[in-house]
């Protein structure tokens, strides 16, 4: 079963850093564009960041763009987000994407990971 596992969250005072990392479990997926999407309590999911197939392009929210780098191992199958200079409203459960930038559907079937809790104190 194709599954996207993700990894890195945690606990962090505002201004620190995190890692995410999402692993995929099929080499298919270096055929797909690959994301993170966010969802804060009360709020819709929102998209954060994303990452061509080919790893040349990468598209950010403007609320973390030159804050979050997008990146992608193909070899490892695994797509990373490095997360600096977090705030408070960076707070949500952070999920990974496989298939769409944005709100757009590139390639199908799209894939979601389980999600993984990123929490920011100020």
């Known amino acids: 079963q194709v599954q996207l596992v993700e990894s890195g969250g945690g606990s962090v005072q505002a201004g620190g850093s995190l890692r995410l990392s999402c692993a995929a479990s099929?080499?298919?997926?270096?055929?797909?564009?690959m994301g993170w999407f966010r969802q804060a309590p009360g709020k819709e999911r929102e998209f954060v960041a994303a990452i061509s197939w080919s790893g040349g392009a990468t598209f950010y929210a403007d609320s973390v763009n030159g804050r979050f780098t997008i990146s992608r191992d193909s070899a490892k199958n695994t797509v990373y987000l490095q997360m600096n200079s977090l705030k408070p409203e960076d707070t949500a459960v952070y999920y990974c994407?496989?298939?769409?930038?944005?709100?757009?559907?590139?390639?199908?079937?799209?894939?979601w990971g389980q999600g993984t809790q990123v929490t920011v104190s100020s």
């Open positions: 099929e080499r298919t997926f270096s055929q797909y564009p």
């Open positions: 994407n496989a298939g769409r930038i944005r709100s757009t559907v590139l390639r199908r079937p799209e894939y």
